[in-house]
């Protein structure tokens, strides 16, 4: 079964400044999409950026990027110039292409903005 | 506006009580899930349906059914509610392929058992 790892609970950033986000994920699969989360107080939650495991490119959205290392199962989001709307919970969430629809998330990290 | 909405937005029920969510989207899609958030343990996924008449079990699926008579409609029963079964539950729905294969999420109910 795949599982995702998000092995930072909390993270704080002073405004401006740039935050890395690490995501771990377990798969034996070769086809499947990757998926960054932002869960605001309001609870609603909000697509960041995504990625598709056969494209070596990192996704970029703005100021959210990914570092995407498929070898070591590694999905990273940094954010730059990091503003106070963009404290919230950060979730990574893993979904196969092919037999296995589930939409995996991990246990996500809290991120706090230091104005 | 196009999107998925869940009903009812708050409840609170009594231990042994029963009671249906519902989560309807309009957007054709054919995924539909429903997961469960509790403080430090993410989203954890309780069922499942990849297409109508199809479900499927997730992470955590004691306790619920789920039935998916529509495709544009995927219910959530509690047939004997639990205080553990207090949570925020969300509903969420996706294509199959195409643009749309993350998650759509609605605003989730917050459910409180007694």
């Known amino acids: 079964a795949q599982t995702v790892t998000q092995s930072q609970p909390e993270m704080s950033v002073q405004e401006a400044e740039t935050v890395t986000l690490s995501c771990t994920y377990d798969t034996s699969e070769s086809d499947y999409y990757l998926f960054w989360y932002k869960q605001p107080p309001s609870r609603q939650m909000i697509l960041v950026i995504r990625?598709?495991?056969?494209?070596?490119q990192n996704a970029t959205e703005n100021r959210f990027s990914v570092n995407f290392q498929k070898a070591a199962k590694s999905f990273s989001l940094k954010i730059s110039d990091s503003q106070l709307g963009d404290a919230a919970m950060y979730f990574c969430?893993?979904?196969?292409?092919?037999?296995?629809?589930?939409?995996?998330f991990g246990t996500g990290t809290r991120l706090t903005i230091i104005p | 506006n196009a999107g998925v909405t869940q009903t009812p937005k708050f409840r609170v029920l009594k231990t042994g009580q029963s009671m249906t969510l519902l989560c309807a989207q309009d957007m054709n899609h054919e995924y539909m899930y429903w997961y469960r958030q509790d403080p430090g343990m993410g989203l954890r996924l309780i069922h499942y349906s990849v297409g109508e008449g199809t479900t499927a079990k997730g992470e955590v699926p004691d306790g619920y059914n789920v039935s998916r008579l529509k495709k544009q409609n995927f219910l959530l029963g509690l047939e004997s509610a639990a205080p553990s079964q207090t949570s925020v539950y969300f509903c969420a729905s996706s294509s199959r392929l195409g643009s749309s294969i993350f998650g759509t999420f609605g605003s989730g109910t917050r459910l409180t058992v007694v």
């Open positions: 990625q598709e495991a056969y494209k070596q």
């Open positions: 969430a893993y979904r196969s292409n092919f037999g296995n629809e589930k939409l995996t």
